[in-house]
């Protein structure tokens, strides 16, 4: 079958699952207010700092009694300060379907050595049995597998009368999707995901039951400095209006601020939500009439709306062996990218063969609707190199 090659291409073909796509009409000039060369200690650093923690509050909608920290090394360096600092006392129940979940995993078993552990585990495209969560037990999970495209339908499973804390890796999640906060007590997430800015800054939203755990339990390993949130026994109040615990970009934070100013003028969390699901939906329908390609995720419910993760079901492809098929998933994305017309668009490097689309709010509809004209044609170019090599 030959498809012709699309006469358009997508004005911003930037498809990264992190870092994601810049907000719609971004430019370097945005950031010409940024307080560079200047202490983030400075009267100046102090406000901008406090000004990113106040937006996040906004459109995310978070409490006013949760504790929202600006802290080092990502989402990773976030979801480690609140694994190192809070598990040890209960009970841990770990909930991974996915690369960076099974991450999480390894560190509580293998660094921290914690012995009372549960696993509910399940393959990509797959969530394990929510509803096995102990609610006595400290619970750790991703609310959105960024490398499977599966997400949790809802909190429900999580009972409000927990005895355990529930640590959220929420990266891709936060942004795009509702966050039920009566249900987490620790929330994570980096800049570079959903609102596609600068990488290495990460955020700790603490619930006032992380904290009372906190100024309660010392944990008996020893904390290196960029990990403690507390001193004398009493939370660093510092942290969590702005005063970071290492040197920030004060050029990261103007992007990060430029970002939450953008989602702020286009309605907030709501809005930034239905762009996110009209992006998917784009996908969905492409995904319907299409007949080599779909989700990895199978049950509609628990499809990410950001990491759109895809699989290739074209019988002369899952004919071959996995190596093979790999090859064809990176062939294919290879030719989209050398059009320019999508970029990193592969599946990533643990999931199974196939494609991965980000389509967070900073995506535009349009560009992802044109960006599955080049999938067909590169599916239907590489297709017809398979069959005149074999």
């Known amino acids: ?57 906004e459109v995310l909608e978070v409490p006013s009694d949760y504790r929202i920290g600006i802290v080092p090394a990502s989402d990773t360096g976030a979801v480690e300060m609140a694994l190192w600092s809070l598990l040890g006392p209960r009970p841990v129940t770990m909930i991974a379907w996915e690369s960076f979940g099974d991450g999480w995993v390894t560190d509580v078993i293998k660094q921290l050595k914690l012995k009372d552990v549960v696993k509910l585990t399940a393959g990509y495209g797959d969530i394990p049995d929510l509803s096995l969560a102990d609610p006595n037990s400290d619970i750790v999970f991703t609310w959105n597998g960024t490398t499977s495209g599966v997400r949790v339908p809802n909190a429900d499973w999580i009972a409000a009368d927990r005895e355990g804390l529930t640590i959220c890796d929420a990266t891709s999640a936060a942004f795009a ?79 990060y601020l430029d970002a939450l100013h953008w989602a702020k003028s286009i309605g907030g969390l709501k809005a930034l939500i239905a762009r996110a699901d009209a992006n998917t939906k784009v996908l969905a329908d492409w995904k319907a009439k299409t007949p080599w390609i779909d989700f990895l995720a199978s049950d509609a419910a628990i499809r990410s709306n950001t990491s759109v993760c895809l699989k290739v079901i074209d019988p002369a492809v899952t004919s071959l062996p996995l190596e093979a098929q790999a090859d064809f998933a990176k062939k294919l994305v290879a030719a989209v990218e050398k059009e320019g017309a999508g970029y990193d668009l592969g599946a990533y490097r643990d999931a199974p063969p196939g494609l991965r689309i980000w389509c967070g709010a900073t995506v535009e509809t349009a560009d992802v609707a044109t960006l599955t004209q080049w999938l067909d044609w590169a599916f239907a170019e590489t297709k017809a190199s398979l069959a005149k090599a074999a």
């Open 1 to 57: 079958m030959t498809v012709a090659k699309p006469a358009l291409r997508p004005a911003v073909p930037h498809f990264s699952s992190g870092p994601c796509a810049k907000r719609p009409g971004w430019s370097p000039q945005n950031l010409k207010d940024a307080a560079l060369g200047r202490s983030h200690r400075a009267k100046i650093g102090k406000a901008k700092l406090k000004l990113a923690i106040d937006l996040t509050r």
């Open 177 to 255: 999707q509702k966050l039920d906060w009566p249900k987490l007590d620790v929330v994570t997430f980096s800049w570079q995901k959903a609102l596609g800015g600068e990488a290495a800054h990460g955020m700790l939203i603490l619930s006032p039951r992380a904290v009372a755990r906190l100024e309660s339990y010392v944990p008996p390993w020893p904390m290196p400095k960029i990990f403690r949130m507390t001193k004398g026994g009493k939370l660093i109040d510092g942290i969590f209006v702005g005063e970071t615990i290492n040197t920030p970009s004060m050029l990261a934070v103007e992007d």
